[in-house]
């Protein structure tokens, strides 16, 4: 059972460090992607201030379908290509926008997201499976210390996940 824990926000390396070890603990003994996607989505809802959004969309055929998340509806279909998420799926790198109103293409599911942070869940067998959506009401929000961390955290994400073949 999960029990908030307060990590330190001072030093986003130990931050996301401890925010693994909380991830560990919330997945253990869990392989169903879906229960396992729909955990991260609420721990990162709880645990990274300043969101009003934080969610996964998953590839289906040519599309990206929404999946687990935190926040108000969103939109269902990404098409490859489109918005941030989509530019990610399609380029598999994470993309960090300081204010999206300025990415060409942006979807605006929520008005009130100004910045946003998505990343590709790759894999070990290099396949797309979709990607981490985190939504922030405030500009800039989000840094490269963010992106890594994250990056980290869908890598042991997806280790404890057994998605069909």
């Known amino acids: ?77 990404i098409a490859l290509g489109r918005g941030v998420c989509g530019t990610a799926a399609r380029e598999r790198r994470t993309i960090v926008v300081p204010d999206v109103h300025a990415f060409p293409g942006h979807i605006a599911c929520d008005p009130a997201s100004r910045a946003e942070l998505v990343v590709p869940m790759i894999d070990t067998r290099a396949r797309l499976i979709g990607v981490l959506d985190l939504d922030s009401p405030d500009p800039g929000r989000f840094t490269h210390e963010d992106a890594q961390g994250l990056e980290a955290l869908v890598r042991r994400l997806l280790s404890h996940c057994a998605f069909g073949d």
């Open 1 to 77: 059972m999960y029990q908030h824990v307060e990590l330190d926000r001072s030093d986003k390396a130990g931050f996301y460090a401890g925010l693994l070890q909380v991830l560990d603990s919330v997945l253990r003994g869990e392989a169903d992607p879906i229960s396992n996607l729909a955990n991260t989505a609420a721990l990162l809802y709880d645990q990274l201030p300043r969101l009003n959004w934080a969610g996964f969309y998953l590839l289906k055929k040519d599309e990206l379908i929404v999946g687990p998340f935190q926040g108000k509806p969103a939109c269902s279909r």
